[in-house]
Structure formats: C-alpha cells, structure tokens
T-cell receptor
C-alpha cells in the first residue's frame, strides 16, 4: 500500500490568509505532483517535480507555489487565499522518471474552503 | 476533441451485474494504461496498471486494452454496493499523463 500523507485533511480559512498544504511520502519516489479537483469534476495538474530542487507548473494555471527541498516532502503554498481557491488538493508521487512509466500513488487530499 | 474521452455517467446497475467502464483516446503515443477508483472525499486508488494490449485480471476486475482501436475497458464482475465510486482512467506516454474525466458508478442493492 502506498504511503503518502497529506495534512490537514480539511481546512477552513479566511480570505487573505497564507496557507501551506503539506504532502509527504515515504516511498523514496522522485516524481511528485499536485492536482486540483472540484467536487464531481476532473483532476487538473497544477504542479509537479522531477526531484529535489525541481518544480514545474502543470496544465492548469494556479496562484499557488511549491518547493522540493527534500525528496519526501512537496508542500504547496498559497500566499493570499481567496474564495476561488476553494477546492480539493490531491498530492501524488510516482517511481519512474519516464512520464508514463509508473503509476501514481495518491494521498487522501486536503479539502480547502476559503471564506 | 479531448485526448481522452470517458463518459461521466452516472451509470447505475443492480448488485451482481457485470459493469463495463470505458475510455477512448486519440493519441497513439499512450503506452501505459491505469484505472483508479475514487470514493467521495478520498484520493484515487490504483486498481489496474497495464502497458500492453490484451487483458489483465485481478480478482473481480479485468482491464482490457485495444491499442489498434485506441480503446480501454475495465470490467467489474459480481458488482457490490461497495464498488459505488468514481472510476478514472489514466493514460501515460512520452508526453506525460492524461486523466479521463471519470465515470460515476452506482451499484443498487
């Protein structure tokens, strides 16, 4: 079973606050990803990383930023939260450098509500 | 036309029925095919992973890939109410990974 953890599971926060969503994996995977998913809707890739000190923007434009200082840790930060950021954020990791060569393993997500 | 097409449903079937879930794709560069199950308020869970045409079976689940037709399927035998979830296909290749939109499946007791 995959070991990838996201905290917090639920977060309700006011507009303008800075937030960091945590994601950690214990599998030693090089590739990590952040997806955004609205209820009942498809997943959209917002950030990914090939390894330490590597970060790339995904297909969906996002005001969030990410960092990858350690292999196991891939936090996502919103400097100033807005109601439009309300969504579920899913973190994933995979083993291989080949883009399609290894399945993704997902955490259980952080459900963010910005009031 | 999107690269990966998947009917969002909902698909409602009685308990015990055989369920067929499908994705079609247009990019022949896709080489790896995965099926995920996602329960409400949870992350997607990997069910099946294949990289060749043909069938792969795991318990009540069978994944089928037809690269010539650019068509993949997931069959669920003896469906249970606990199979009610959203099922997503994920296709991978040299250009990266692409999800289908997901099919919402409801198994009626």
């Amino acid at each position: 079973e995959a070991d990838i953890y996201q905290t917090p599971r639920y977060l309700v926060i006011g507009t303008g606050k800075k937030i960091t969503l945590e994601c950690s994996q214990t599998m030693g995977h090089d590739k990590m990803y952040w997806y955004q998913q609205d209820p009942g809707m498809e997943l959209h890739l917002i950030h990914y990383s090939y390894g330490v000190n590597s970060t790339e923007k995904g297909d969906l434009s996002s005001e969030s930023t990410v960092s990858r200082i350690r292999t196991e840790h891939f936090p996502l930060t919103l400097e100033s939260a807005r109601p439009s950021h309300t969504s579920q954020y899913l973190c994933a990791s995979s083993e291989s450098f080949a883009p399609g060569g290894s399945p993704l393993h997902f955490g259980n997500g952080t459900r963010l509500t910005v009031t | 036309q999107k690269e990966v097409e998947q009917d969002p449903g909902p698909l409602s079937v009685p308990e015990g029925a055989i369920v067929s879930l499908n994705c079609t794709y247009s990019n022949s560069a896709f080489q790896y095919f995965m099926w995920y199950r996602q329960y409400s308020r949870k992350g997607p869970e990997l069910l099946m992973y294949t990289y060749s045409s043909g069938n792969k079976e795991d318990g009540r689940f069978t994944a089928q890939v037809d690269k010539s037709s650019k068509y993949i399927s997931l069959f669920i035998r003896d469906s249970q109410p606990s199979d009610s979830a959203t099922y997503l296909c994920l296709l991978g290749g040299a250009d990266g990974l692409t999800f289908g939109k997901g099919t919402h499946l409801i198994i009626q007791p």
